[in-house]
C-alpha cells in the first residue's frame, strides 16, 4: 500500500497592527538562549547568522513593548521574565494540545490510508497518551494504525462497542494496587476472549524542580501550604494511581494546596513545574528529564493493551506484534528515562494478570 502519512502541527501567529507576522522561529531561538546562554549558539542551532537572530529579538521587544532577552557583557545573554514567560507558554501548549493533534493526524491518516486502499487496513488503538505509545507513529513504515488518545476507562469501552480494535490501560507492579485498578476496571475487562498485549513498564512518580532547589521529598510535604501541586485530569491512568497512593498515606485530597488544579499530559505538568507556576506534579520520568527536572519514584506500572482473541491473527496486529518484538523498538524504548521494554509484545490472559 502507499504509505502518504499526514503530520499536524500547532502553530502561534504573532500579528501587528499594520498587518506584519513575526517569525515563529523564535521559540526554538528562545529556547536555546535559555539551555546555553549564548545567542551565537543559539543561532546556529536553529540555522540562523547572529546578526539576523538579534534583528529579530529586538523585532519582537518592539513588538511587544519589552526585551525578551538581557545580554550582559561576561555573562552571556539570558532570557528576560517576558521571554521566559513566551518560552514556557508555547511548551505548555504544545504538552496539552499534543494528543488531540496527534489523534486528528491519526484519524486523517486512517481516511487516506482507506481511500487508497480502498479497504480498511489500519489498526485502530485507542489508549491513554503516553511517551512509549507514541514511538509507535514514527514506525509507519511497518506498521499501519491510528492511534486515538483517551483515558484508559474511555479505551477498553471503546473496544468493548467495537469502536477499536486494541485498548490500552495500567496496572501497577505492586500487588495491592494492581488489585485494586482490576477492580477498577472489572467491568470492562470481562470475556474469555479477551487477551493482553504486555508493552512497557513505566515509573512514576513526584516532578520537582532540579538542581536540589526543592525541598520535597515524599507525598506527604504536598501537604505543605508553601508548595503548589499540579494534578493530572481526573479520569487518566496516572490520576487513578496518584489517589491511590494518597489513600495508602492517608492523605485527603483536600489536604494539597493546588489539587484541583489538572492538565492532561505528563509533559504539560512538567513543564508547569519548570516554568516555576507550580511545586511538584505527579507524572513519569522521562517528563521530569524532558525539562531537566528532579524524580521521585514513587511507583512502577505496566502499560497494557487489550484485544479479542481472534484479532491476534489478523495481519496488522501481526505487525504490530513484531514491531514490539524488534530489537530496533526496544533501542528506543530504552531511550527514554524510566521506561523498559521488558516482555513487550508477549500475550497473556486477564487471569494471569492477577497478583493473587
Not at 126 to 146: D, P, T
Not at 189 to 211: A, E, H, P, S
Request: with cysteine.
Amino acid at each position: 500500500m502507499p504509505n502518504k502519512n499526514l503530520s499536524i502541527s500547532s502553530a502561534w501567529i504573532f500579528r501587528s497592527e499594520s498587518g506584519e507576522i513575526f517569525d515563529p522561529v523564535m521559540f526554538p531561538l528562545l529556547k536555546g538562549i535559555h539551555d546555553s546562554g549564548k545567542l551565537t549558539k543559539a543561532a546556529a542551532e536553529v540555522g540562523l547568522s547572529y546578526r539576523h537572530a538579534w534583528n529579530l529579538l529586538n523585532r519582537w521587544a518592539d513588538f511587544f513593548g519589552l526585551p525578551l532577552v538581557v545580554m550582559r557583557k561576561g555573562h552571556g545573554t539570558t532570557l528576560s521574565k517576558l521571554g521566559e514567560k513566551i518560552m514556557w507558554a508555547e511548551h505548555r501548549v504544545t504538552a496539552r494540545l499534543g494528543p488531540q493533534i496527534d489523534s486528528m493526524a491519526s484519524e486523517l491518516n486512517e481516511h487516506l490510508q482507506q481511500l487508497l486502499a480502498g479497504a480498511h487496513p489500519v489498526l485502530r488503538l485507542h489508549a491513554s497518551h503516553g511517551y512509549a505509545v507514541a514511538l509507535l507513529s514514527q514506525f509507519s513504515h511497518r506498521l499501519e494504525i491510528n492511534i486515538q488518545y483517551c483515558s484508559p476507562k474511555d479505551a477498553l469501552l471503546s473496544l468493548k462497542r467495537g469502536d477499536s480494535d486494541i485498548a490500552s490501560f495500567h496496572l501497577p507492579t505492586s500487588p495491592e494496587l494492581a488489585r485494586r485498578s482490576l477492580a477498577y476496571y472489572q467491568e470492562l475487562l470481562q470475556g474469555d476472549d479477551l487477551r493482553v498485549i504486555r508493552f512497557v513498564t513505566r515509573q512514576q512518580g513526584l516532578i520537582i524542580r532540579g538542581g536540589g532547589a526543592s525541598t520535597i521529598t515524599g507525598l506527604k510535604d504536598l501537604t505543605r501550604t508553601d508548595h503548589r501541586f499540579i494534578n493530572r485530569n481526573g479520569h487518566s491512568g496516572t490520576r487513578i494511581l496518584f489517589n491511590m497512593l494518597l489513600e495508602k498515606e492517608g492523605i485527603a485530597e483536600n489536604q494539597i494546596p493546588g489539587f484541583e488544579r489538572e492538565e492532561y499530559t505528563h509533559s504539560a505538568v512538567a513543564a508547569h513545574v519548570a516554568a516555576g507556576m507550580a511545586d511538584a506534579g505527579f507524572g513519569v520520568e522521562a517528563a521530569a528529564r524532558q525539562f531537566g527536572l528532579d524524580f521521585i519514584p514513587l511507583a512502577t506500572e505496566r502499560y497494557l493493551m487489550v484485544c479479542r482473541e481472534g484479532r491476534l491473527a489478523q495481519h496488522n496486529t501481526e505487525q504490530l506484534l513484531t514491531l514490539m518484538r524488534s530489537p530496533e523498538f526496544a533501542a528506543e524504548i530504552n531511550k527514554l528515562p524510566g521506561y523498559s521494554p521488558e516482555y513487550c509484545g508477549t500475550v497473556c490472559t486477564i487471569a494471569e494478570l492477577n497478583p493473587d
